[in-house]
T-cell receptor
Framework: DAKTTQPTSMDCAEGRAANLPCNHS???????VYWYRQIHSQGPQYIIH?????ETNEMASLIITEDRKSSTLILPHATLRDTAVYYC???????????WGAGTKLIIKP | DGGITQSPKYLFRKEGQNVTLSCEQN?????MYWYRQDPGQGLRLIYY???????QKGDIAEGYSVSREKKESFPLTVTSAQKNPTAFYLC?????????????FGDGTRLSIL
């Protein structure tokens, strides 16, 4: 079973910040949180990952709560091309396996 | 450009037939993975390999086989024993050290039954 919980779908207006929440209340101390997105009929694209500190790269920011039980992916200025399914994943460290849930379908509206 | 190449993009299988999906990477990654994705669902791990000539079963290995004769190649065979093979198949690779590095994916092969 997936170790994360995400809303099924979200909308965001073009140009605004998209904030995607994820709950991972059973996360262990050494497990990282990864975010990927998948545009229809393509392979997943890696976005960002983190352990306990907030992270930022050219695509997004990742905010992890102090207790590590939840996180938020922030796309600062959403465009129509950001419409995709976004997956929040906690990795099982013993065998590098990623446990995937059904993700959040993010729709960016003009 | 470095990346992961999966072929073919679309594949059709007849009843009782084995088919092989190709996955090649030029990223010099040690680890490679095969996932299956059904409509509206997340990915499920079929097999993974961390080193040449060695591989481990994932959650849904039944009806599938793999080989890892070269570092850059990890082909997946869908055998006739897999009774519901219609799905989107994704190959990924990653470095092993440091262990937190992300997996990177190819663009997938869509397999259908004739």
């Amino acid at each position: 079973d997936a170790k994360t919980t995400q809303p099924t779908s979200m909308d965001c207006a073009e140009g605004r910040a998209a904030n995607l929440p994820c709950n991972h209340s059973t996360i262990s101390g050494n497990e990282y949180v990864y975010w990927y997105r998948q545009i229809h009929s393509q392979g997943p694209q890696y976005i960002i990952h983190g352990l306990k500190n907030n992270e930022t790269n050219e695509m997004a920011s990742l905010i992890i709560t102090e207790d590590r039980k939840s996180s938020t992916l922030i796309l600062p200025h959403a465009t129509l091309r950001d419409t995709a399914v976004y997956y929040c994943i906690v990795r099982v460290d013993s065998n590098y396996q990623l446990i995937w849930g059904a993700g959040t379908k993010l729709i960016i509206k003009p | 450009d470095g990346g992961i190449t999966q072929s073919p993009k679309y594949l059709f299988r007849k009843e009782g037939q084995n088919v092989t999906l190709s996955c090649e990477q030029n990223l010099n990654h040690d680890a490679m993975y095969w996932y299956r994705q059904d409509p509206g669902q997340g990915l499920r791990l079929i097999y993974y390999s961390q080193i040449v000539n060695d591989f481990q079963k994932g959650d849904i290995a039944e009806g599938y086989s793999v080989s890892r004769e070269k570092k850059e190649s990890f082909p997946l065979t869908v055998t006739s024993a897999q009774k519901n093979p219609t799905a989107f198949y994704l190959c990924a690779s990653s470095i092993l050290t440091p262990s937190n590095q992300p997996q990177h994916f190819g663009d997938g092969t869509r397999l259908s039954i004739l």
